[in-house]
């Protein structure tokens, strides 16, 4: 019997039999075929069956939801295709246990005569493996493409690490270049402190060695002719042993043992004065100049450690050049460092300095030779020509005076030496006295020294400057006439270093039965007393020996000149 659809056309009932030549039996593919929007299973063939694992009998005549309750999400697509006229695809996931399965739907419309849709056709397949198979494709994918991502985040983190493990690096091998650089202060620390027990342990018996050579040598110049060779050669000898007396003090300077009365200091017209004595005796071939541009030279020194230092700069710079000559700059500038501009260098603090450098052009150091040449001892000057100690005297002067020295060179392009001293903020410095005839006096000295030599040199260098001197070469002895004529004397002269008692343990007695008795300490080289504790004791001067006629003879006005202290 027809039936009529909502548009009013009547179409027959499906034609079962016709259908069936249509889709073969003998089909390895399931095909079911239902009745317009009913959905209502008209044919199966046996593969359907086999699949759904159904008799025909249960399926035909039944709708699809109902005969294939698996089908899920199909049954959305019969609808679209009768309506539509359109085939569709879907897969459907049937179950998941104990095996998923997937089967896939291809759903085309069936028109009648005049291509009104009439039924659906479903052609089912088992794609359970070929789903699987995509499934997993695209979890590997997945996977590949997580294991990308996390590969580009570990090269990034490798570039990272590796980085770090390059700052590292670089910090392990700069800490190690400065462990090594601290070593090598270190070892030079050690030499300097060698050098410097050895200065102590020679200097006061050398100083009173060259004291008593000065002495007899300047009584001897002041005893010969006039114009005399005899006059001439004894200069000579003072000269020698002035230069063994400042041999001496660059020791002790370089090991940081002198003691020296230092006070705000301009550096300009010191470095003017040793530039013009440079000049008088190093040759013509060698070209000099000299600047001053720095605004404000004040620093904390004794002008004679400044003249020394630009000395031996200064005849080093010559020796460098005393084959072809060449040109010696000698400046003076101002520099201000801060922390990103100070210079690499362990002595230096931000701060104001004075910058004294000495360029020269001659032959220049290699990198060995630049590393030892504040040694002591090392020298690259024919034997009998130098000492080694110059520039370890430089070393010494800057670091005490709280400075720095830095020096460039390569070979073939001469070398430069920058000496950087810190600057004071005021000028309390007393201008020096200039040289004139030597003066005496009548006053009456006590002299103690335990060297016999020195007390016969001193009681007659005294006595020609008109003084009348009392001498001995006992502590005790001096002690005892002391006490037995304490009004008698003006001044005491003592040695520091005696047998019985120290000079500090002398002028303490002394000054229990003069309190403000003026005494002159003298000594070779000590480290039990230093100027300042010397005058905090009531001492009103404190030499080193060896001193010439002139220095002695100031050094007594000064004294005889002084208030005594309340």
């Known amino acids: 019997m027809g039936k009529k659809t909502k548009s009013g056309v009547d ?9 069936s030549r249509q889709v073969t039996e003998r089909s390895p593919l399931p095909v079911a075929a239902m009745e317009g929007s009913t959905h209502i299973v008209r044919y199966v063939n046996p593969a359907f069956c086999r699949l759904v694992s159904r008799e025909s009998e249960e399926l035909i005549g039944v709708p699809f939801a109902r005969a294939v309750p698996e089908a899920g999400e199909a049954l959305s697509h019969l609808d679209q295709v009768y ?44 794609t359970t493996k070929a789903e699987l198979f995509r499934q997993n494709v695209t979890a590997m994918n997945e996977e590949l493409m997580l294991a990308s991502v996390r590969q580009h985040e570990l090269t990034e983190e490798a570039k990272k690490l590796n980085a ?38 020679i200097a006061h018996d050398f100083n009173n060695v060259l004291a008593a050579i ?86 904390l020194a004794e002008s004679t450690e400044i003249t020394q230092l630009l000395m031996n700069l200064g005849t080093n710079a010559a020796y460098a050049m005393r084959e072809n000559g060449g040109h010696l700059e000698i400046a ?40 030892r040449i504040f040694e002591p001892f090392f020298t690259t000057k024919d034997r009998g020509r130098g000492t080694g100690l110059g520039l370890a005297v430089v070393y010494g002067i800057a670091q ?13 392009r001469g070398s430069a030496f920058t000496v950087f001293l810190p600057k004071v903020a005021h000028e309390e410095s007393a201008q020096p006295e200039m040289a004139g005839e030597i003066a005496g006096g009548k006053e009456c000295i006590l002299f ?74 003298c000594t070779g080289y000590t480290e039990m007393i230093s100027r300042d504790e010397a005058r905090a004791l009531g001492i009103r001067e404190f030499v080193m020996k060896p001193l010439v006629k002139r220095e002695m003879a100031e050094t007594i006005r000064r004294v005889l000149g002084i208030k005594a202290r309340d």
């Open 83 to 126: 309506h539509a006229g359109e085939g569709e695809t879907c897969v459907v996931k049937v179950h998941s246990a104990p095996h998923p399965l997937h089967w896939s739907y291809a759903i085309w419309a069936v028109p009648d005569a005049s291509t009104h849709p009439v039924g659906v056709m479903i052609q089912v397949t088992d």
């Open 214 to 299: 000065i002495g007899f040598t300047e009584l001897s110049i002041d005893d010969a002719p006039e114009g005399s060779l005899l006059k001439r050669h004894m200069n000579y000898v003072l000269t020698a042993g002035v230069r063994g007396r400042d041999l001496v003090k660059q020791i002790l300077t370089f090991s940081h043992k002198s003691d020296l009365l230092r006070a705000p200091l301009h550096l300009t017209p010191v470095v003017s004065e040793t530039f013009k004595l440079l000049r008088s005796f190093l040759p013509t071939t060698i070209t000099m100049e000299l600047e001053t541009h720095a605004t404000s030279d004040i620093i």
């Open 164 to 201: 770090e493990l390059q700052q590292a690096y670089d910090r392990l091998v700069e800490e190690s270049r400065e462990r090594e650089r601290l070593n090598e202060q270190l070892r030079q620390a050690h030499k300097m402190e060698a050098i410097g027990v050895l200065a102590g342990g």
């Open 332 to 371: 003076l500038r101002d520099v201000e460092f801060h922390p990103d501009n100070l210079p690499t260098h362990p002595d230096l603090a931000p701060g104001a300095y004075v910058e004294l450098s000495v360029k020269d052009t001659g032959h220049g150091m290699d990198a060995e030779t630049k590393n």
């Open 11 to 19: 179409h027959h009932t499906l034609d079962l039999q016709s259908l």
């Open 400 to 412: 005490s005076l709280g400075g720095a020295i830095i020096v460039s060179s390569e070979p073939g």
């Open 448 to 521: 103690v020294d335990d060297e016999q030599l020195l007390v016969e040199a001193a009681k007659e260098m005294l006595g020609r400057l008109g003084y009348e001197v009392v001498a001995t070469s006992d502590s005790s002895q001096a002690l005892g006439i002391f006490s037995a004529w304490p009004d008698r004397f003006h001044c005491v002269i003592t040695d520091y270093t005696m047998p019985k008692a120290t000079g500090v343990s002398l002028a303490k007695e002394l000054m229990k039965i003069r309190p403000n008795m003026p005494i002159i300490l």
